[in-house]
């Protein structure tokens, strides 16, 4: 073999070493129903439109399910990282390359429909005795910044919100949106009727995908173009149906 043909050879060898180990990695977190994980597979709303635009692109990137803040730490410091679902905020604009948004929601606090002190106003949330939320995330920080003091932050999942309100352990929960609390409201056979939305619009913004910075513009663009493909042909919004007739409870 002649001597330019080994060193032609090593650099291919070298290259596509060089091009996998700088792989794209998609990470997301268990908030369902946009993704979580069901039957040891990661699924969900924008898990699906996430696999969508992947097919149209032609890209096939790993995808991990992660606790809360591992992930958003991994899409912090690993580079070519993508995560999804995530509100698109003022504090992380710059933090981040957008593809977006996906869908609109609002989050607002829940308490049992038989309570005996209905909550109504935003005074009287305030002056609650407890309000529960995940430990960590955009809930409790939020929460806090609108002057909230009378909060517990002991649960690590969403699915801990609806047992600890429906064992008496907290009055008032905080975490979902209303297509959340429909999914766990079928998850944990809570019968309709059992929650009471509190007219109090805590959050309202739109769920992104983010690039961490160092991400190719050429790719951010593709999956742009992608996702716009997906919402002109209807895809988007087959899926978002899709999920919503699951998320709703039985009547």
Same mark, same amino acid.
């Given at each position: 073999?002649?001597?330019?043909?080994?060193?032609?050879?090593?650099?291919?060898?070298?290259?596509?070493?060089?091009?996998?180990?700088?792989?794209?990695?998609?990470?997301?977190?268990?908030?369902?129903?946009?993704?979580?994980?069901?039957?040891?597979?990661?699924?969900?709303?924008?898990?699906?439109?996430?696999?969508?635009?992947?097919?149209? /692109? =032609?890209?096939?990137?790993?995808?991990?399910?992660?606790?809360?803040?591992?992930? &958003? $730490?991994? #899409? *912090?410091?690993? !580079?070519?990282?993508?995560?999804?679902?995530?509100?698109?905020?003022?504090?992380?604009?710059?933090?981040?390359?957008?593809?977006?948004?996906?869908?609109?929601?609002?989050?607002?606090?829940?308490?049992?429909?038989?309570?005996?002190?209905?909550?109504?106003?935003?005074?009287?949330?305030?002056?609650?005795?407890?309000?529960?939320?995940?430990?960590?995330?955009?809930?409790?920080?939020?929460?806090?910044?609108?002057?909230?003091?009378?909060?517990?932050?002991?649960?690590?999942?969403?699915?801990?919100?609806?047992?600890?309100?429906?064992?008496?352990? /907290? =009055?008032?929960?905080?975490?979902?949106?209303?297509?959340?609390?429909?999914?766990? &409201? $079928?998850? #944990? *056979?809570?019968? !309709?009727?059992?929650?009471?939305?509190?007219?109090?619009?805590?959050?309202?913004?739109?769920?992104?995908?983010?690039?961490?910075?160092?991400?190719?513009?050429?790719?951010?663009?593709?999956?742009?173009?992608?996702?716009?493909?997906?919402?002109?042909?209807?895809?988007?919004?087959?899926?978002?149906?899709?999920?919503?007739?699951?998320?709703?409870?039985?009547?």
């Amino acid at each position: 073999m002649k001597y330019s043909t080994v060193i032609s050879t090593l650099a291919f060898l070298l290259l596509s070493t060089s091009l996998r180990a700088e792989q794209y990695q998609i990470v997301t977190e268990e908030w369902a129903p946009y993704n979580y994980e069901e039957n040891n597979q990661i699924t969900g709303m924008t898990t699906e439109i996430v696999r969508a635009i992947m097919a149209v /692109t =032609g890209d096939n990137f790993d995808l991990v399910l992660l606790p809360s803040m591992r992930g &958003s $730490r991994t #899409l *912090s410091v690993r !580079p070519k990282t993508i995560f999804y679902s995530m509100f698109r905020t003022q504090e992380r604009e710059a933090l981040y390359k957008w593809v977006g948004p996906i869908v609109e929601e609002s989050i607002y606090p829940y308490q049992l429909a038989f309570a005996q002190e209905p909550v109504n106003t935003l005074q009287q949330l305030l002056s609650a005795p407890r309000i529960t939320t995940r430990h960590a995330g955009l809930m409790p920080d939020l929460l806090r910044s609108l002057g909230f003091t009378n909060l517990d932050t002991s649960a690590t999942h969403n699915r801990q919100l609806y047992r600890m309100l429906l064992a008496g352990r /907290t =009055g008032i929960i905080v975490g979902d949106t209303a297509a959340g609390v429909a999914h766990y &409201s $079928r998850k #944990l *056979s809570i019968a !309709p009727g059992t929650l009471r939305q509190i007219p109090i619009e805590i959050y309202r913004s739109s769920l992104y995908i983010a690039f961490s910075l160092d991400s190719e513009g050429e790719v951010v663009a593709a999956w742009a173009s992608a996702l716009e493909q997906l919402r002109q042909s209807g895809e988007v919004e087959r899926i978002k149906r899709r999920y919503e007739m699951v998320s709703s409870p039985a009547p």
